[in-house]
């Protein structure tokens, strides 16, 4: 019988597992963890977002310029065929508000406990605490040796064909440390630097303003860059600035930073209404009002908003209610920097596409394929980095069964 192993337990790894043993391979599924998928039980903590129901044209736009190639993966497993395979495993889904497909339970321990009974019924074995260093020794015969940290000491073990799956760099807590990066690179795979894919910047507030706005939202606002033109909301830090709406503009904002070592966001603070509407509001006579006042009463602005505006409105400017105007409509906030790689929802980078074949084999290291998030595509999140994950994952583990065939 021919074997496989497959290094890291996420949910590229386990669908690869899951197609390998239907094809009735031996398959060791070896991980660094005390138990699989952690990131994936993380990822359920806020409802887990397991696809989009968008139509699939606009649903393969969202992998950018990595669009054709992570399309190839998703012909053969679409969102549709996602939303299929988790009622297999008695999960049941539903489309939120936003277009989005969640579990009716909104969590992944269910899910994920099925799969892995399915997995053990399918006689695909686990070792947890196995920690894969980043060598394979090619053998005669044209199976691959790899070397594990264990508790028991070093482990060796043989495998006819090997799928890497080993996540990107953040939450290094869950398992994925992006330490497989050094490996690969001394090992003559070219892999793009991981960078952090929807995460938060650092913003320079004044002290009064990380003091006072740590932890409060800011609701519909209207952010620009470059062609990103969203509405949505997101929350201040005492670092700067997270969630969903910055994440979403978030790889263009990252690039900038990159290559000029700043960027600078737009908000509009008032979407719901016209610069020259504000302007009308704003030249109502003042009288003995404050400024703060004078704001809140005319255009609603208060609170973390005003805030806002006191933080980069230049102050000779403040009293021009048309330059006030204009700042609502958009307000310049400037990026530092990003937030570190370990704090971000995913990474961009990794294996580059030019190092694989249309299977995903390493083609300087045959008989070793990769899949998921160490890959270098990058998506926003939507259900966008689940779907390709457990897509790649079919893709190597077809890719092996194609191998092993030519063998
Ligand atoms: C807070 C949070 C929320 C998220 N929410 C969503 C969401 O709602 N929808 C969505 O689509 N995506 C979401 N994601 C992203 C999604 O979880 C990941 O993209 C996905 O888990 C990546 O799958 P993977 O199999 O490629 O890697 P991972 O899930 O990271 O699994 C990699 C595995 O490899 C193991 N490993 C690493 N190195 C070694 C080694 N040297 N030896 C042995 N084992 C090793 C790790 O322990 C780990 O188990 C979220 C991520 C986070 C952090």
Redesign the pocket.
């Given at each position: 019988m021919k074997t496989a192993a497959i290094?890291?337990?996420?949910?590229?790894?386990?669908m690869a597992a899951e197609v390998l043993s239907g094809h009735g391979l031996q398959v060791d599924v070896?991980?660094?963890?005390s138990s699989?998928?952690?990131?994936?039980l993380?990822?359920g903590?806020?409802?887990?977002?397991?696809?989009h129901s968008e139509p699939f044209e606009k649903f393969v736009s969202r992998y950018g310029s990595k669009k054709q190639e992570v399309e190839k993966w998703l012909l053969k497993f679409t969102p549709d065929d996602l939303i299929e395979w988790a009622r297999g495993l008695g999960v049941e889904t539903f489309v939120g508000t936003s277009g989005r497909v969640f579990p009716k339970e909104m969590k992944a321990s269910p899910l994920l406990r099925a799969w892995l009974k399915r997995l053990d019924a399918a006689g695909v074995h686990v070792h947890l605490r196995?920690?894969?260093?980043?060598n394979i020794t090619a053998e005669d015969d044209g199976a691959s040796s790899l070397a594990?940290e264990t508790p028991d000491g070093l482990k060796t073990v043989k495998a006819d064909a090997v799928i890497l799956?080993?996540?990107?760099g953040?939450?290094a807590r869950?398992?994925?440390?992006g330490?497989?990066v050094h490996w690969l690179d001394q090992a003559g795979v070219k892999v793009e630097a991981l960078k952090p894919s929807n995460c938060g910047f650092d913003v320079a507030w004044s002290p009064f303003f990380k003091e006072k706005f740590d932890g409060q939202p800011i609701k519909s606002v209207v952010l620009t860059f470059g062609e990103f033109h969203q509405q949505g909301e997101f929350i201040v830090t005492k670092e700067g600035v997270e969630g969903s709406l910055v994440y979403a503009a978030s790889a263009g904002m990252r690039d900038e930073i990159l290559a000029n070592g700043k960027a600078v966001m737009r908000l509009d603070l008032a979407p719901d209404k016209t610069e020259a509407q504000l302007f009308e509001k704003l030249s109502k006579p003042r009288g003995s009002r404050s400024m703060a006042s004078h704001l809140e009463k005319t255009v609603g602005m208060k609170g973390v908003k005003a805030g806002l505006l006191r933080e980069f409105v230049p102050k000779d400017e403040f009293a021009d209610m048309a330059r006030l105007a204009f700042y609502i409509k958009q307000l310049p906030v400037p990026l530092a920097a990003t937030r570190p790689l370990d704090e971000a929802?995913?990474s961009a980078g990794g294996v580059s596409f030019e190092s694989l074949d249309e299977q995903l084999m390493l083609k300087n290291v045959p008989g070793v394929f990769c899949?998921?998030?160490?890959l270098d595509w990058e998506a926003p999140?939507?259900?966008?980095?689940?779907?390709a994950?457990f897509a790649s994952?079919r893709v190597a583990a077809n890719g092996v069964m194609k191998w092993q065939g030519n063998r």
């Open positions: 290094i890291g337990g996420g949910p590229a790894g386990l070896y991980d660094s963890m699989l998928g952690r990131k994936f993380m990822a903590k806020s409802g887990l977002n397991l696809t196995h920690k894969w260093m980043g594990f799956s080993l996540g990107g953040s939450w869950l398992g994925s440390s330490e497989w929802i995913s899949a998921g998030e160490m999140t939507g259900g966008y980095l689940l779907t994950c994952g």
